[in-house]
């Protein structure tokens, strides 16, 4: 079945650093493949998206390549900063049922100053 | 702006009462929408899809007595937790199936859930 794998945290940064998350999954087909923030008490938010290979997804400084390759979609930044504190989520859908999105377990992300 | 609003954002509640959170869509007409579960620190599970009209369909595991879902109209889904316990405690998300070409979801707020 579909299922997504990512890199376990917490993960603690000071500001300015790079920062890499890694996902990889697993999926029949050609799924679309999401990045999700949440913040504390929060739900989620859509940070970046793709849907096909090499397409790279982009938003606020974040980014990450749908490499089918390597069934990874790995998220970056090239210099963090404090307000990025948060938890991160990669997530799948395949392309064409809605119900079936799974997710990462999520990788707690702290940025000290 | 939010395309998923939920209420309350945060309910605490005595054990054996029960407690109705609200998903509302602002945007859109929704046929369907999906509940999620969250506990401390773990990802999202799947609960649940609401059918605008029809019975909800629910997970593996997860028992449609104890959650209850109704669909009553293109931009209300409800989930109400009955007999709440303490181990129902947990942070539910609800979310809107936008389709098209990504095929993503909107997701609301989510709702705390606290059972003394």
């Known amino acids: 079945g579909n299922s997504v794998t990512q890199m376990e945290g917490p993960v603690t940064l000071s500001e300015e650093a790079f920062l890499t998350i890694n996902c990889t999954y697993t999926a029949t087909g050609y799924p679309s493949l999401f990045w999700y923030v949440q913040y504390p008490g929060e739900g989620l938010q859509l940070l970046l998206k793709a849907t096909k290979a090499d397409d790279k997804g982009s938003n606020k400084g974040f980014e990450a390549t749908y490499r089918k390759e390597t069934t990874s979609f790995h998220l970056e930044k090239g210099s963090v900063q404090v307000s990025d504190s948060a938890v991160y989520f990669c997530?799948?859908?395949?392309?064409?049922?809605?119900?079936?999105?799974?997710f990462g377990a999520g990788t707690r992300l702290t940025v000290k100053p | 702006g939010a395309v998923v609003s939920q209420h309350p954002s945060r309910v605490i509640c005595k054990s054996g009462t029960s407690v109705k959170i609200e998903c509302r869509s602002l945007?859109?007409?929704?046929?369907?929408m999906f509940w999620y579960r969250q506990f401390p620190k773990q990802s999202l599970m799947l609960m649940a899809t609401s059918n605008e009209g029809s019975k909800a369909t629910y997970e593996q595991g997860v028992e449609k007595d104890k959650f209850l879902i109704n669909h009553a109209s293109l931009t209300l889904s409800t989930l109400t937790v009955t007999s709440a316990h303490p181990e129902d405690s947990s942070f539910y998300i609800c979310s809107l199936p936008q389709g098209g070409y990504y095929n993503e979801q909107f997701f609301g707020p989510g709702t705390r859930l606290t059972v003394l």
């Open positions: 945007d859109f007409q929704a046929t369907t």
């Open positions: 997530a799948l859908t395949p392309r064409v049922n809605n119900n079936d999105m799974r």
